[in-house]
């Protein structure tokens, strides 16, 4: 196994992007300020309605060979999203329920599979929100290989035909999911933070009526 460890945001970063994601259609506002750049395909859907963002833990599977990411807990702190690239196969599930209760115990926040996942009812009764390319009852047969170096950790992966970085910000909602690179977080997050606010006050001024010359006047944009 390959596992290299990588630093995380600061708190308060992580609380700036926590509290912008508050927001409605928060994934669409850092998609809207990264010029449209970064957003997962479309295939990627949650198993039920909500929102995570947090530090990508990277896990990469062996395509072809899948078995299950579970040794990712020993690298998982709490606030992380795990980040799965399972070479796309949308037939044999790589993450289900109980492996959710694990990694909610370490304070995962989420997980996003390149892939399938399956007990999709326990997972929501943990309210562990999942996002995947299916839902499949046939699951990895790999328990006993000790082929445990087909696994690696925090490394550079492909997810929803995104590279994910190690460190970068995810953002995800029942819309889809943002990509923020690590690099260039503070100043998304200030964008993002400046076009959620600037969207309440449209809101608010169409809510008194404005109407659509006067809020283009006021905001140059709708």
Do not use: W
Not at 15 to 40: E, G, L, P, Q
Not at 85 to 106: H, I, N, P, R
Not at 128 to 141: K, N
């Amino acid at each position: 196994m390959a596992y290299h460890d990588f630093p995380r945001p600061s708190a308060a970063l992580l609380a700036r992007f926590d509290d912008v994601t508050k927001a409605y259609s928060a994934s669409c506002i850092f998609a809207d300020v990264m010029r449209r750049d970064n957003v997962m395909h479309s295939g990627m859907k949650p198993i039920f309605r909500g929102k995570i963002t947090g530090p990508a833990l990277t896990v990469k599977l062996a395509k072809g060979d899948l078995q299950d990411p579970l040794i990712a807990l020993h690298a998982a702190q709490p606030g992380d999203v795990v980040v799965i690239d399972a070479g796309g196969e949308t037939e044999v599930s790589v993450f289900g329920g109980l492996m959710g209760s694990l990694f909610k115990q370490c304070g995962v926040r989420g997980a996003i599979v390149e892939g399938a996942c399956r007990d999709i009812d326990e997972l929501r009764d943990l309210q562990f929100l999942l996002f995947s390319r299916s839902v499949t009852a046939r699951g990895t047969h790999t328990m006993f290989s000790n082929r445990k170096d087909d696994v690696e950790l925090n490394v550079p992966i492909v997810c929803g035909g995104v590279t994910v970085r190690p460190g970068d910000i995810i953002v995800a909602d029942e819309i889809g999911v943002a990509v923020v690179p690590s690099a260039d977080a503070q100043r998304v997050v200030q964008l993002a933070a400046e076009q959620a606010e600037r969207e309440e006050k449209t809101r608010k001024r169409i809510a008194e009526g404005r109407t659509f010359e006067q809020l283009l006047e006021e905001f140059g944009r709708i």
